[in-house]
């Protein structure tokens, strides 16, 4: 029997084989640069939400205790003031006129 040994040549194209792992490499990159974007994409618009969410529950919140401080504020000093000139005007005055004669309120 004899022993027959052949080398069988395959031919390949090293322009296709490059051309097939190039695209490979390149939906490879691709891909990534799809979710890369979305990532980055959402990254922003959600720091951007938080922030403007945050100003404007801010902004409510400043505003209304801002306001309503104001207002106990200034109630406290007007209602203060008013009793306060009421009761200074009324003894003063009371204790001016002539006995038997009362202020007119």
Not at 24 to 38: A, G, R
Not at 42 to 66: C, E, G, P, Q
Not at 70 to 94: C, E, I, P
Request: proline residues 0%; positive net charge.
């Amino acid at each position: 029997m004899k022993t027959v040994t052949s080398i069988v040549y395959t031919r390949i194209n090293i322009l296709t084989k490059f051309h097939k792992d190039w695209m490979k490499t390149i939906n490879i990159l691709t891909k990534f640069h799809k979710d890369w974007m979305k990532i980055v994409t959402s990254t922003v618009y959600t720091r951007i939400n938080i922030l403007t969410k945050f100003h404007k529950d801010w902004m409510k919140t400043a505003t209304s205790i801002v306001y309503t401080r104001f207002h106990q504020d200034w109630m406290k000093t007007v209602t203060s003031t008013v009793y306060t000139n009421k009761l200074l005007t009324d003894t003063r005055t009371h204790a001016h006129t002539d006995v038997g004669h009362h202020t007119v309120t």
